[in-house]
């Protein structure tokens, strides 16, 4: 392989954008549309590496803000690399930290150069420039990085969305020339808020600069479904189509659906393991909410369906039981299933779209979970 | 089998009390001397029974007291019993709850009838009788079950303990009475403070009642290491060479290997796993606090020597990166490994006394930990 990655586009669904492919990179091969769940700190909360691979987890996405802050990406190079520190010999995408300097970081200043901005461990001082997340990520060392840039939240006016859209492609160009390793892929990321023309002129300019792959930041913000699923249709179709595209932090099964009719090819979200931390279950017949009376005395598993480590081997009545008595089994047990209900949910959005069939495929599955 | 478990000695040292031997239960046979992890409330606190099952567990402890509580133990019937409610099909003891009422429970008080106290969930009254207590461990149905004891403080007024020692004889003959399920062994416990002659006085008037096993309580609650040894030897030479020996909650490895050396059988503790949350390792060489600085960027395992999943497949830094940055995890491999460490050291306790050799074993391993 002489880029770091390869993609292939293997089907195209008739009705829809949707896409089935084949992502090939340094740590193994990834069949699209994908969903990877988040290890922010170098760690898919509450699992093991070996419960992740159990459940079909294919791709991890991991946050560089998280990770440069503590422990450190200097100490994660220096303990051989991501995939070795974290004992995940599997394909690793790495987010730049923007979506977190911009979510987390309080006292922030964005200026041309980067972004000034606080711990939010510790409230030290910390100026991120373009050339400083690649090196970050760099030491880090996934098979998919991301460029800086700046989400500008929900809603912003035009002019605002404009100059935010205007400085990630500038930072889009300066990450690429820092850039320096060649078994990583770096991405573009596609700015505009729920301006169209301002995605459309985003997703151009990016492309022109041919990166491996692009991303669509920004959405998931708070403009609602149909507003990202536009906003999607407006990004994507302006994006070339031998090349993976990724929807950043989304989202809620409806909201990954609509994003895979668009032709989106990655999905990352914290849904399955945090509502599953909180107690709420995903299946194919609906929400679950585990720790309602309801299950106290239910021999049931959560989804007869399922055949994740949850569903296979314990009641409702037991995993209600721990939650309500704070366990931390209860935690991974509803995590693993939730991972195990995405992975299944592409797996099955992909299957669909090689038989020609995605468009029924998604409305029956809205239509069984009542969404 | 027509008894509820049948017992061998395999072999006896010839230098120390110690014994090998081997447990038949319903469930599983267990070689003995062996180490139960803790599982108060129906899962042993962040790991899952495959993980526990990987790391050499046979049997395990759960709480009376607590299931009682929470779910309930008429729950835990209704669902098929603890071993189908909690995924575990090994071998199971729980002991009656006298020690929770006596370290947890608020605004207790004891009559010869039995223990009202105030439930430290919900401060709703309880009345606790040996009945009552038989009547939750029959609808748990562990393998081996408690009597309801009397668990007295240390330091405790030899007047006092005699009367704690008198009431937990009495209880044990009314929990005899109880038990209804012939597939359970219901084990004696053995009270009487740190006065050696109340322990002998109660181990023989115990044993001639005649219990399938005898457990030794009031232990591990401040009396220090060797007023410990000295109880025990004071108590395990009195009771029946063919009936198990039970030390209850303890201990560190120190005082598990004094046990054994003094005829103990089984131990069980939290210490494994509440000392592996806190961040603190055992290995043959000592004690190793895992959230130190000095481990930061040490690439090394926590322990070589040891085949558990966390020395098997991360780093000292990657365990530290874990628990300084408070993910569930790295509570998970902590308590994994000290599990495997406390099974691995009865393994090697046990081999040493099949060789003859246990006294110089046990020197060795104190030495080698510089305890």
Known sequence: MNKPIEFRVIAEDPDTGARAGELHTPHGVVLTPTFMPCGTQATVKTTTPAQLQGVGVNMLL????????????????????LHEFMGWPH???TDS?????????????????GVVFKSHIDGKEIFLTPERCIEIENNLGADIIMILDECAPFPTEKAVA??????????????KAAHARDDQALFAIVQGCTYPDLRAECADRMAAMDFPGYAIGGL??????????????????????????YLMGVGLPEDIL?????????????????????????????RVKMRNLTHRDDASPLDPECDCPACRGFSRAY???????????GLTLM??????????????????ILDGRFRRFMADELHAADY
Not at 335 to 352: C, D, E, K, P
Request: some cysteine; overall charge positive; glycine content about 10%.
């Open 335 to 352: 995590s693993l299933h939730n991972i195990r209900y995405f992975i299944r949910l592409m797996a099955r959005a992909r299957q669909a």
């Open 258 to 286: 609509a994003a895979v009719s668009n032709g989106v090819d990655m999905c990352d979200c914290v849904i399955p393991t945090r509502c599953g931390r909180n107690g709420l279950a995903f299946t194919r017949q609906g």
């Open 97 to 113: 930290g923007g979506f977190q300097v911009f979510s987390l970081a309080g006292l922030r200043r964005v200026t041309e150069g």
């Open 162 to 175: 404009r100059a935010a859209m205007e400085r990630t492609i500038g930072w889009a160009a300066r990450c």
């Open 220 to 245: 998931s913000v708070g403009e609602g479904h149909d507003l990202m699923a536009k906003m999607l249709a407006a990004t994507t179709t302006r994006l070339p189509r031998e090349k993976p595209r």
């Open 319 to 329: 995993l209600r039981h721990l939650l309500i008595a704070g366990e931390v089994l």
């Open 62 to 81: 991991c946050n560089a803000y998280h990770l440069a802050l503590r422990p450190g990406d200097d100490l994660v190079a220096k303990m051989g690399g």
């Open 91 to 93: 394909p690793i995408l």
